[in-house]
C-alpha cells in the first residue's frame, strides 16, 4: 500500500539553526515525492518535489530534500531556519496518476 | 484575480441539509482536485476531475457529489451533511502534462461546520 509517515507532529527550532522535518515513504514503483507548506488559514503552497535524478531537490524559500532511496525517506532541510517559516509543512507521494497520499502533517516552531 | 478560489470560505449548516462547495480556476488547468483536511489525517481526496464532464473517486468519496460542466468550475456538493463532514475543503487544480508530476494548486480553503 502507498503510504507517507510524518513521524513528528511538531518540531521545534531556534531561528538560525538548520532544521530538518522528516518524511518515510512506502511506494511501488519509482516514487514521486512532494512538499508542501500551509502557513494560518491558507491553501497549501508547493515547496519542491523529486521526481528522477539528483537526490538533493532545491525548492522555495531556501528549502531543499534530501531523497535516500535505501532508507525510503524525503526529509525536508534548511541550513538556517527563519521565525517566518513556522508553518505547517506535508509530505506528499503520488500513488497512481492523478492521487497523491499526504503525510499527516508537522508543525514547525521556529522560535526567535 | 487570476488563480484558485473557493465559496464560501466559511459555512455552518445543520444536519441534513444540501451544501454545495465552489470552486473556480482561471489557468484553464485540465485536472481538478477537492480535499478534506482533518487534525491528524492530512489531507485525502474526495473526488478528482481530469476534464469536464470526466470525474473520479479519490479516497474519502461518500457522501459527496461532483459535477463539471465547465473546465474552470468544480462543485462539490454535500447531498445530506453529517457531523463526520465537518472539516476544511480544499480545492486545487493542475495542468495535463508530466505524467501526474506537475504541481498542484490549493485554494484557500472552505471551513465547514455541521451541527
Known amino acids: 500500500a502507498q503510504s507517507v509517515a510524518q513521524p513528528e507532529d511538531q518540531v521545534n527550532v531556534a531561528e538560525g539553526n538548520p532544521l530538518t522535518v522528516k518524511c518515510t515513504y512506502s511506494?511501488?514503483?519509482?516514487?514521486?515525492l512532494f512538499w508542501y507548506v500551509q502557513y494560518p488559514n491558507r491553501g497549501l503552497q508547493f515547496l519542491l518535489k523529486?521526481?528522477?535524478?539528483?537526490?538533493l531537490v532545491k525548492g522555495s524559500y531556501g528549502f531543499e530534500a534530501e531523497f535516500n532511496k535505501s532508507q525510503t525517506s524525503f526529509h525536508l532541510k534548511k541550513p538556517s531556519a527563519l521565525v517566518s517559516d513556522s508553518a505547517l509543512y506535508f509530505c506528499?507521494?503520488?500513488?497512481?496518476?492523478?492521487?497523491?497520499?499526504f503525510g499527516s502533517g508537522t508543525k514547525l516552531n521556529v522560535k526567535p | 484575480d487570476a488563480g484558485i478560489t473557493q465559496s464560501p470560505r466559511y459555512k455552518i449548516t445543520e444536519t441534513g441539509r444540501q451544501v454545495t462547495l465552489m470552486c473556480h480556476q482561471t489557468?484553464?488547468?485540465?485536472?481538478m482536485f477537492w480535499y478534506r483536511q482533518d487534525l491528524g489525517h492530512g489531507l485525502r481526496l474526495i473526488y478528482y476531475?481530469?476534464?469536464?464532464?470526466?470525474?473520479d473517486k479519490g479516497e474519502v468519496p461518500d457522501g459527496y457529489v461532483v459535477s463539471r460542466s465547465k473546465t474552470e468550475n468544480f462543485p462539490l456538493t454535500l447531498e445530506s451533511a453529517t457531523r463526520s463532514q465537518t472539516s476544511v475543503y480544499f480545492c486545487?487544480?493542475?495542468?495535463?502534462?508530466?505524467?501526474?508530476?506537475?504541481?498542484?494548486?490549493f485554494g484557500p480553503g472552505t471551513r465547514l461546520t455541521v451541527l
Open positions: 486545487a487544480s493542475r495542468t495535463s502534462g508530466g505524467q501526474g508530476t506537475d504541481t498542484q494548486y
Open positions: 511506494v511501488s514503483g519509482n516514487p514521486y
Open positions: 523529486y521526481i528522477t535524478g539528483d537526490n
Open positions: 506528499a507521494v503520488r500513488y497512481n496518476f492523478n492521487k497523491f497520499y
Open positions: 489557468w484553464s488547468h485540465s485536472y
Open positions: 476531475s481530469a476534464a469536464a464532464d470526466i470525474t
